[in-house]
Every structure is written in C-alpha cells, then in structure tokens.
C-alpha cells in the first residue's frame, strides 16, 4: 500500500535513485524465481529496504547460496547482504 513505501522510501531514500527497469524489477522478479510471493517481498523491503540497493551480481549470488543450502527465507534477505564476503562464505559456502 501506499503509506509502505512512503516509509521504505522515507527510510531508505537512496531507493529513488534506483532504476526501475534496470535494478528493482530484476531483483523482484528474482525473488519470485524462488517462490517468495508479493507479501513476503513487502515484507522483506519493509524490514531492510537498502536490500534493493545491492549489486545484481551480489543479490543473485547470495540468494542462490542460501536457495541451496535450505536456508533462504524472507527474513535472513536483508542479513545475507550486510555481511562481508569473507564472512558470508565463512557463514555459508562449506
């Protein structure tokens, strides 16, 4: 609804500058690869809206790895991407 994304956008401001078709769209449609329906998307921006401000590369990566070991879910999106990739293979790719 509208009054969520005027609080990710006020959260997270740099959304803005985001490109539609080139960042936020690939990513959505991503996380709808992997079963994650619109509310569990909301969900996910809502708790860490910076999530979308991640490389393509990075965000694909990261959400593949945690696919495969079972352990991808809505709520460790915005955890996976603020760790370093020294710690995120540590953590994840034995």
Do not use: W
């Not at 009054?3 to 990513?27: D, H, Y």
């Not at 329906?37 to 999530?51: C, G, H, N, Q």
């Not at 999106?77 to 790719?93: N, P, S, W």
């Amino acid at each position: 609804d509208d009054s969520q994304v005027a609080k990710t956008i006020a959260t997270f401001p740099q959304l803005m500058g985001c490109s539609l078709e080139e960042n936020l769209k690939p990513k959505v449609e991503l996380l709808r690869n992997f079963d994650f329906d619109d509310k569990e998307i909301v969900d996910a921006l809502s708790r860490f809206p910076p999530l979308l401000a991640y490389s393509k590369t990075r965000f694909e990566h990261r959400i593949h790895v945690l696919d495969a070991s079972g352990r991808l879910t809505s709520k460790s999106l915005g955890g996976i991407m603020t760790l370093t990739d020294a710690k995120f293979r540590a953590r994840f790719e034995r």
